[in-house]
């Protein structure tokens, strides 16, 4: 069965802290991986796509990485804000067009002053 | 740009009324895609269409009807609501090239309840 598993489920960092965020899949066919940011009460936004020959990308103070061989991806957050409080989820897509993501349950992040 | 616009935002319905669920996209997405999130799941996928008058269901699509009659709009029907449908409703969009892989754009979603 199609799984993404994500960890912790729940973290609370003070403000100007580095975290890490974890996925493990269970996906076949893989195409690519996706980080999402939903803040509450909002839709999800994109942070990063990785296909499987890219190992890392960023966005700012966002940093995904991509084992494909373990199929393991981690969501690095550095000199978090209070603005970063939110949901963060990962999404595997089981092809290109995008018709089959598999969602995990997200984890969620409070930064606190 | 509006991006992907959901209305209502908010909605309560009685057991067994019907409603529709707006999404547009001014994108020019062929893509768009209905998911709904429940309190500790993943969102999933009620259905979907990768274009004007094609449409496919997805994960839950039991209690729900969509078409596809214009590029830009995506309505999801409830046809008699039931207190399982009580959940977060999103609408999202996407275009697709061969070789690439283009990201999905959510609209604000829909919370709805039904009593």
């Known amino acids: 069965k199609n799984q993404v598993e994500q960890s912790p489920q729940s973290l609370i960092i003070l403000e100007g802290k580095n975290c890490t965020l974890q996925?493990?899949?269970?996906?076949?066919?893989?195409?690519?991986l996706r980080w999402y940011k939903q803040d509450t009460g909002r839709g999800p936004v994109s942070l990063t796509i990785?296909?499987?020959?890219?190992n890392t990308k960023s966005n700012g103070r966002y940093t995904a990485t991509l084992d494909a061989d373990t199929k393991q991806s981690s969501l690095h957050i550095t000199a978090s804000q209070l603005s970063d409080s939110a949901s963060y989820i990962c999404?595997?897509?089981?092809?290109?067009?995008?018709?089959?993501?598999?969602f995990g349950k997200g984890t969620t992040l409070s930064v606190s002053s | 740009n509006a991006g992907v616009t959901q209305t209502p935002k908010f909605q309560v319905l009685k057991t067994g009324q019907s409603m529709t669920l707006q999404c547009a996209q001014d994108?020019?997405?062929?893509?768009m895609s209905w998911y709904r999130q429940d309190p500790g799941m993943g969102l999933r996928l009620i259905h979907y269409?990768?274009?004007?008058?094609?449409?496919d269901q997805g994960e839950v699509p039991n209690g729900y009807n969509v078409s596809r009659s214009t590029t830009e709009d995506f309505p999801l029907r409830l046809l008699s609501a039931a207190p399982s449908q009580t959940s977060v409703y999103f609408c999202?969009?996407?275009?697709?090239?061969?070789?690439?892989?283009?990201?999905?754009?959510f609209g604000q979603g829909t919370r709805l309840t039904v009593v």
């Open positions: 990785m296909t499987f020959s890219e």
């Open positions: 999404v595997v897509s089981a092809n290109q067009a995008g018709t089959a993501l598999i």
């Open positions: 269409s990768v274009g004007a008058g094609i449409t």
């Open positions: 999202a969009s996407s275009y697709y090239r061969t070789g690439r892989s283009t990201e999905a754009f």
């Open positions: 994108m020019n997405h062929e893509y």
């Open positions: 996925c493990n899949y269970t996906v076949s066919p893989f195409s690519n």
